[in-house]
């Protein structure tokens, strides 16, 4: 059993790569200590020093901090229920949340605000729309309104806060990540 106030959670004040985690926590009735970071461009620069990996989030539970949302992710759905026991949903769970973390990894970069919307244009149209509407098949062929079994996952969660994320306020896909 896990000791309360053992978890705490760091990222930015906002929601981003720890906010499925955080929900997963809560949802859960997991004690933990959720600490934001302003970021500032101008700090960020001697503060990631202090994180391994120079990046955010962190999660640590007692001692130890461990990194990669995704990871953080899982753990917290273990401990709060809402990730399955069965291996096979499992996959499901995992393909699902991996599919949507690949969109926002291979997002493309760049400096210029002009090329960067080109660039997220096109990664729209040749990436994203079939990534969901293969997540959309993989939802319909679980026959399931929580992505990935009978009862709220972490798939879920995530699916309806990235999709929420990338198309929040109705606005095109590329702009919104």
């Not at 700090?43 to 989030?57: A, G, N, R, V, Y």
């Not at 401990?79 to 699902?96: G, K, S, T, W």
């Amino acid at each position: 059993m896990l000791n309360k106030m053992a978890i705490s959670l760091t990222y930015f004040n906002g929601t981003g790569r720890a906010e499925a985690t955080r929900l997963a926590l809560v949802l859960g009735d997991i004690e933990f200590e959720d600490i934001r970071i302003n970021y500032d461009p101008n700090q960020w620069e001697s503060q990631k020093k202090d994180f391994p990996l120079d990046q955010l989030p962190i999660l640590k539970y007692n001692d130890t901090i461990f990194t990669q949302s995704a990871a953080q992710l899982r753990f917290a759905g273990r401990l709060a229920n809402l990730y399955p026991i069965d291996p096979v949903r499992q996959l499901a769970v995992d393909e699902i949340t991996e599919i949507l973390l690949d969109i926002l990894n291979k997002a493309p970069q760049s400096d210029d605000i002009k090329k960067k919307k080109r660039l997220r244009e096109e990664y729209t149209e040749k990436h994203i729309k079939k990534s969901l509407a293969y997540v959309e098949q993989r939802i319909i062929s679980h026959d399931c309104i929580w992505s990935a079994g009978s009862n709220i996952s972490i798939a879920g969660m995530y699916t309806s806060f990235r999709c929420a994320t990338y198309c929040s306020l109705g606005r095109q896909i590329s702009v919104c990540f």
